[in-house]
């Protein structure tokens, strides 16, 4: 049974920092794409940052310099860490797996058809 169990969301202050967690089971972690997606109220779902067996990256603009993917294979976990957050990163973080590897672009790296499992989410919250 796969399961993609997130956890590390809460409360901050702008300009804070949380760490994300996600712990995977049911398939072949160390071979898939963990990527990262947040969706904000009224807003669409947008990739966040993504991450590959060959652990090359890739990042939305608004996070680059300031969150940071990693993941490691031995515990089947991915992380997304969060610094200077700003209200605008409020949102639910979702993680996510797929096959393949970073393509280099944002179309093809954070389109949600080439990811297979999904999390349940955490929330992340940034006050002002």
């Known amino acids: 049974q796969v399961q993609l169990v997130e956890s590390g969301g809460g409360s901050v202050k702008s300009g804070g920092s949380l760490r994300l967690s996600c712990a995977a089971s049911?398939?072949?972690?160390?071979?898939?794409?963990m990527g990262w997606f947040r969706q904000a109220p009224g807003r669409e779902r947008e990739g966040v940052a993504a991450?590959?067996?060959?652990?090359?990256?890739n990042y939305a603009d608004s996070v680059k310099g300031r969150f940071t993917i990693s993941r490691g294979n031995a515990k089947n976990t991915s992380y997304l860490q969060m610094n200077s957050l700003k209200p605008d990163d409020t949102a639910i973080y979702y993680c996510?797996?797929?096959?393949?590897?970073?393509?280099?672009?944002?179309?093809?790296?954070?389109?949600?058809?080439?990811?297979?499992?999904w999390g349940q989410g955490t929330q992340v919250t940034v006050s002002s």
């Open positions: 996510a797996a797929g096959p393949g590897v970073i393509q280099g672009n944002y179309g093809d790296d954070f389109n949600p058809g080439r990811y297979d499992f």
């Open positions: 991450i590959d067996t060959w652990r090359l990256t």
């Open positions: 049911g398939f072949r972690y160390s071979t898939y794409l």
